[in-house]
T-cell receptor, first 115, second 112 residues
Framework: DTEVTQTPKHLVMGMTNKKSLKCEQH?????MYWYKQKAKKPPELMFV???????INESVPSRFSPECPNSSLLNLHLHALQPEDSALYLC??????????????FGPGTRLTVL | GESVGLHLPTLSVQEGDNSIINCAYS??????FIWYKQESGKGPQFIID?????DKRQGQRVTVLLNKTVKHLSLQIAATQPGDSAVYFC???????????FGKGTHLIIQP
């Protein structure tokens, strides 16, 4: 298995809803990332997990809450989002722990729309 | 055809021609660079990478050139095909940092 998978592919939610995005990889990668990408813009880093510990939180609002239950899974819990949070949410993973440069492999993303 | 990734968001080339996409980076401490291809509705797909101790690296139909003196990175795609149509992002990283910093992207359009 040489890919990063993300579910769901599309998500529409209201501002009072609670939802979660899921990311999974079975390549033995030890660093996992969440990025946010607005239309026609590059991906922007949100969170980094290295060896299942949160190592970076790029000043992301608390309505986004990451979780890394194990080395293969990464979740992003969403609560009380705003319409401007609508974007493509990308998960990525790296073979070695974050802080050492190596190729990041991206999932297909979850297209989130907040009404 | 040639484009500066940060200043010319769209590059249009004829099928079969070679294309060059350019990227300027700002962090002189960056020591690892990647080119990604992103098709509509998909996540970024790794194309090729290069470390700062190299100035050129070749893959299948693609070549990345790195000029550290002027902090410039380029992606050359030979004999472009319709499937090459996508947005191309350069990304940089350095040891000790986490995550990648992406350039603004260039939309490559292949004309039949």
């Amino acid at each position: 298995d040489t890919e990063v998978t993300q579910t769901p592919k599309h998500l529409v939610m209201g501002m009072t809803n609670k939802k979660s995005l899921k990311c999974e990889q079975h390549m033995g990668h030890r660093a996992m990332y969440w990025y946010k990408q607005k239309a026609k813009k590059p991906p922007e880093l949100m969170f980094v997990y290295s060896y299942e510990k949160l190592s970076i939180n790029e000043s992301v609002p608390s309505r986004f809450s990451p979780e890394c239950p194990n080395s293969s899974l990464l979740n992003l819990h969403l609560h009380a989002l705003q319409p401007e949070d609508s974007a493509l949410y990308l998960c990525a993973s790296t073979p070695i722990g974050a802080g050492l440069t190596d190729t990041q492999y991206f999932g297909p993303g979850t297209r989130l729309t907040v009404l | 055809g040639e484009s500066v990734g940060l200043h010319l968001p769209t590059l249009s080339v004829q099928e079969g021609d070679n294309s060059i996409i350019n990227c300027a980076y700002s962090n002189s401490a960056s020591d690892y660079f990647i080119w990604y291809k992103q098709e509509s509705g998909k996540g970024p797909q790794f194309i090729i990478d290069i470390r700062s101790n190299m100035d050129k690296r070749q893959g299948q139909r693609v070549t990345v050139l790195l000029n550290k003196t002027v902090k410039h990175l380029s992606l050359q795609i030979a004999a472009t095909q319709p499937g090459d149509s996508a947005v191309y992002f350069c990304a940089e990283a350095n040891v000790g940092a986490d995550g990648l910093t992406f350039g603004k992207g260039t939309h490559l359009i292949i004309q039949p």
